[in-house]
């Protein structure tokens, strides 16, 4: 059973920095996409970044695109997301989720994604 866990929400104030984290246990975690996703109250999941299986190619909703950088390590099951230059729109939970069929080519859709995390929360404050 894959467990993905997040890590490293919290408060910050607008302009600055944070990064998350998601740790993955189960079957290899080097063989899939993995990708970032956030929510608000009333709203639809939404798309935030994605990274193939090696690292090789990512993809950013436009609303983050130079702010936002994913990247992973496979030898640790982890898979990061820094922000940088939070503005007050990116307050959301966090969720961190994993794409089993798709190794290579993104996907930006949610049920496109396999298994999820608990989420963890961002709050940015002006």
């Known amino acids: 059973q894959v467990q993905l866990v997040e890590s490293g929400g919290g408060l910050v104030q607008a302009g600055g920095s944070l990064s998350v984290s998601c740790v993955a246990s189960?079957?290899?975690?080097?063989?899939?996409?993995m990708a970032w996703f956030r929510q608000t109250p009333g709203k639809e999941r939404e798309f935030v970044a994605a990274i193939n299986f090696d690292g090789g190619n990512t993809a950013y909703a436009d609303s983050v695109k130079g702010r936002f950088t994913i990247s992973r390590d496979n030898d640790k099951n982890t898979v990061y997301l820094r922000m940088n230059s939070l503005q007050p729109e990116d307050t959301a939970v966090y969720y961190c989720a994993q794409d089993r069929h798709n190794p290579v080519i993104i996907k930006t859709e949610f049920d496109e994604y396999d298994f999820w995390g608990q989420g963890t929360q961002v709050t940015v404050s002006l």
């Open positions: 189960g079957r290899p975690f080097s063989t899939t996409t």
